[in-house]
């Protein structure tokens, strides 16, 4: 389920005009909807199934994500995911998000 839904989601992304924040933010909350929804479904997805193009993507909400569901097995699925694929490091530096995400849940730890 989440592989298709987020496929959809992607594919209206890639056709909204950039520029157009509030379809962006409107589609982005749907995608922390989706991957917040079940996280054991989640984990799976990235673990095995997620591909370049929607590790990309993903990660544009990771932060959110895991300050909505603070969440450290996400994060160390993507890390492993990023390791699979090493080129979308290099052109989205993934790394900077991943390390984002670890401080949301340290400072989170520290409250």
């Known amino acids: 389920m989440i592989k298709e839904e987020f496929g959809k989601i992607i594919e209206v992304l890639e ?17 922390i909807a989706l991957f917040s929804s079940n996280l054991e479904e989640t984990v ?4 095995n ?18 300050e909505k569901t603070k969440s450290e097995r996400i994060i160390s699925s993507v890390e492993n995911a990023v390791k699979k694929y090493p080129e979308e490091e290099k052109k989205y530096n993934l790394q900077g998000t991943i390390r984002s ?7 989170k730890s520290l409250l």
């Open 49 to 66: 199934e997620i591909s370049a193009d929607q590790l990309s993507w993903f990660c544009e909400i990771l932060e959110s994500l895991v």
């Open 15 to 31: 056709n909204t005009d950039i520029n157009n924040y509030e379809a962006y933010e409107e589609l982005w909350n749907k995608e």
């Open 44 to 47: 799976s997805f990235i673990e």
């Open 101 to 107: 995400a670890k401080i949301l849940i340290e400072n």
